[in-house]
């Protein structure tokens, strides 16, 4: 099983992973990049959502669809510029599962919103706390678009994520 890996600003196959980079050849994604506080929990479906939290940010962007599985700890939330450490599970719309962090035993370490992975997760793990759970929904045009990915992602597929935010460097958990 190939593992993830930051290529910065373009999509290759690096051996034995395989990288969730934002490639160069996808379209910027020019629609809204705000925030909004959630507070009733239920599911919402114009803003492709669901979540049982008290309280938190969700992004909102065409194409994601965000579930909170297990709301986090503490009051402080990803944001861009964050160096946070991830564990996931990657699968296709079939089921099929093409990476996962938690086979490895290390989570995957990055900066929230500098494009060092996919737009999908940099968009869809804003507003998280730390030990929260969310599964990302991530259509083609905020993952690898029409491109085929190391013969393991097929081209225009929609991506399936179970997130978990283990760290934010320099915040303790429960902060």
């Not at 079939?94 to 990476?99: L, Q, R, T």
């Amino acid at each position: 099983m190939n593992g993830l890996k930051l290529a910065p600003h373009r999509l290759r196959a690096v051996a034995p992973r395989l990288s969730l980079t934002r490639t160069s050849f996808l379209p910027c994604v020019t629609q809204s990049r705000n925030s909004f506080p959630y507070t009733t929990p239920q599911t919402n479906q114009k803003h492709n959502f669901t979540t049982t939290s008290s309280k938190m940010t969700i992004p909102q962007l065409d194409g994601l669809q965000i579930e909170v599985q297990q709301e986090g700890q503490g009051n402080r939330e990803t944001r861009r510029g964050d160096n946070v450490d991830v564990h996931y599970k990657g699968v296709l719309t079939n089921g099929k599962k093409f990476d996962a962090s938690y086979d490895r035993g290390e989570p995957l370490n990055f900066t929230v919103g500098q494009g060092q992975v996919i737009k999908g997760w940099d968009e869809g793990l804003l507003g998280m706390k730390i030990g929260e759970k969310r599964k990302l929904t991530i259509a083609p045009q905020l993952a690898y678009g029409s491109r085929a990915v190391g013969g393991i992602i097929p081209a225009n597929s929609t991506l399936i994520f179970e997130t978990e935010l283990v760290g934010i460097k320099g915040v303790q958990k429960g902060e």
